[in-house]
Every structure is written in C-alpha cells, then in structure tokens.
Nanobody, 125 residues
Framework: QVQLVESGGGLVQAGGSLRLSCAAS????????IGWFRQAPGKEREFVAA????????YYADSVKGRFTISRDNAKSTVYLQMISLKPEDTAVYYC??????????????????WGQGTQVTVSS
C-alpha cells in the first residue's frame, strides 16, 4: 500500500510559479511510475505530466509543455511538479498518482493504483 500526499498548492497571480510535491509513505516510490492529473470545477480530470520509474523520460500534456517540469527524488520518495508561467486556466485541484507495472498508459487515470487527496492551485488574472 502506498499513501500519497500532495502539497505546495496555493493562490498565485498569472505568470507566477508554484512547485507541487507528492510525498509517499508506506513504500518507496522508486519502483512506481508517477503521474500528475488535475481537475477544474465542472470539468473532467485531465492528465498533466508523468515520469516512469526507470527510463528517464517525462511526458506532458500539450497545454503545459514548456511550462511544467516533472521530476523525482527517489531517495526522498517524492515527485515534484514545477509550474511556471501559470495561467488562470491552470486553476484546478492537482492530484498525484502511482502505478506499478510494465505497461504504463501514463495519460489514462485508470492506469494508476494509488491517488493522493489533491492540492488546490488557483491562478488569478
């Protein structure tokens, strides 16, 4: 069992930056693929970014490419989402999720086995 806890959300003006953290307890995250998703009010949950456990690649939604960076510190069992040049449309609850297995459909929420409780990000115009 893996417990995930997100932190780092808050209120920021457009153009500002935030860094979200996803910390794991129960087990180390080093062998888990990790994704970030977000859900805005009245909208469906959408994929934001993902980092597999082993191949060094990262994946991003088109809407955040060039502005968001996902990274992981396996020693700390923590995954980060650095967000810059934030826009009002980035406003959402952000969730991290963990998946263990060889087939990693990183953009599909149903792929993931564990989810955090979410952290609110609000970007004012």
């Amino acid at each position: 069992q893996v417990q995930l806890v997100e932190s780092g959300g808050g209120l920021v003006q457009a153009g500002g930056s935030l860094r979200l953290s996803c910390a794991a307890s129960g087990r180390t995250l080093s062998s888990y693929n990790i994704g970030w998703f977000r859900q805005a009010p009245g909208k469906e949950r959408e994929f934001v970014a993902a980092v597999p456990w082993s191949n060094g690649r990262t994946y991003y939604a088109d809407s955040v490419k060039g502005r968001f960076t996902i990274s992981r510190d396996n020693a700390k069992s923590t995954v980060y989402l650095q967000m810059i040049s934030l826009k009002p449309e980035d406003t959402a609850v952000y969730y991290c999720a963990a998946h263990r297995g060889s087939y990693f459909a990183y953009h599909e929420g149903g792929t993931y086995d564990y989810w955090g409780q979410g952290t609110q990000v609000t970007v004012s115009s």
